[in-house]
């Protein structure tokens, strides 16, 4: 891992690239922490499709192919990434950001675009001040109020 990520970590600050923007945000408070925890636990393969295993990770970098790199809240895999000491560089299935508060842009108007650009197939952003959940995929966007249970398109189910 390159040490200015590594020195960003030990000052409590974390870094993302996005298409060549670097973009710091502190680390998150244990309201957001709790709603991941609570989402993580959620994540299950509700299909007959026993294809996807699901396999959910917080808070890990993920390099994707154009280079950015992101610290998705939680990502979620259909397999087990190979990466263990490195950047994950394979393209997660979904990605589920919680908002903190000042950096609700970061979450709502860069990294839904960003992520389905990128071949994400959902990206759901939860907002736990307001409990209300939004759901990107190609095809548009939905909102709804919280808790709500959502249908992956790789077959795994979330209850935001």
């Not at 870094?15 to 609570?38: C, F, S």
């Not at 970098?61 to 990502?75: C, M, N, T, V």
């Not at 939004?134 to 966007?141: E, T, Y």
Request: overall charge negative; charged content about 25%; aromatic content about 6%.
């Amino acid at each position: 891992m390159d040490p200015k990520y590594l020195a960003a970590e030990e000052l409590g600050i974390r870094l993302e690239i996005v298409n060549g923007l670097p973009i710091w945000e502190a680390h998150p408070v244990y309201r957001h922490q709790k709603a991941v925890d609570t989402i993580r636990q959620s994540i299950h393969n509700a299909s007959a499709n026993e294809e996807c295993a699901c396999v959910h990770i917080a808070d890990v970098y993920i390099q994707f192919p154009e280079g950015s790199l992101k610290r998705p809240d939680i990502a979620i895999f259909c397999r087990e990434p190979e990466e263990l000491d490195d950047a994950i560089h394979q393209v997660p299935e979904a990605v589920i950001e919680v908002t903190s508060k000042g950096y609700e842009a970061k979450d709502l108007e860069i990294a839904p675009p960003f992520y389905l650009s990128q071949g994400v197939k959902d990206v759901v952003v939860f907002d736990p001040i307001a409990l209300t959940t939004r759901h990107f995929r190609r095809d548009g966007v939905t909102e709804s109020p919280s808790p709500k249970v959502i249908q992956l398109e790789c077959g795994c189910e979330v209850t935001v």
